[in-house]
């Protein structure tokens, strides 16, 4: 994953977290990656990595990409939906 600077294409920044997939939710503050059990969470202007989570219970498997409303992130899992501030 790539984040480049809009005004002259140059790179921001890298990772190799994200690794094959294309389904990430950009916020003003975060990146968002979900991958089977845990959601990937890194730092939108540096790239650093902040966090990897889960749902709740630890045996749902998140079934969609995450969504953003009002500073809230929501991902449909397996019971349902599961829904936080932004960290």
């Known amino acids: 994953l ?9 790179t921001r920044w890298r990772t190799r977290a994200f690794q094959g997939s294309r389904e990430l939710l950009i916020t003003p503050r ?32 998140i079934n969609s990409p995450a969504a953003f409303v009002d500073g809230i992130v929501v991902v449909s899992i397996s019971s349902g939906t599961w829904a936080f501030r932004e960290p």
Not at 2 to 10: F, I, K
């Open 30 to 61: 975060r990146v968002y990656h979900t991958n089977g059990g845990y959601l990937n969470i890194l730092n939108r202007q540096t790239g650093r990595f902040v966090a990897r989570v889960t749902p709740p219970d630890e045996t749902e498997a």
């Open 2 to 10: 790539y984040a480049l600077n809009p005004a002259d294409g140059t």
